[in-house]
């Protein structure tokens, strides 16, 4: 399953490859993109695990960026 998201409060540029390498480390992910100036993410993963690996994608995005609201 591919997905695309809008992200609102995205600031941090360079934070965008940390969260990136941290989700793309997750097991199942298949692909993930996350695009600053377009404000999206794209995530890739099994239907089975799909809601299992964005709940821990949210968790790396607050990690870094914990005022960004990910919005389907």
Known sequence: MKKTYKLQNLDCANCISKIEDGIKKLP????????FMGQ?????????????VFNEAKKIFNKFEPDVTIEA
């Open 28 to 35: 199942e992910v298949t692909d993930v993109k996350v695009n």
């Open 40 to 52: 999206k993410l794209i995530l890739e993963a099994p239907d089975d695990k799909f809601n299992a």
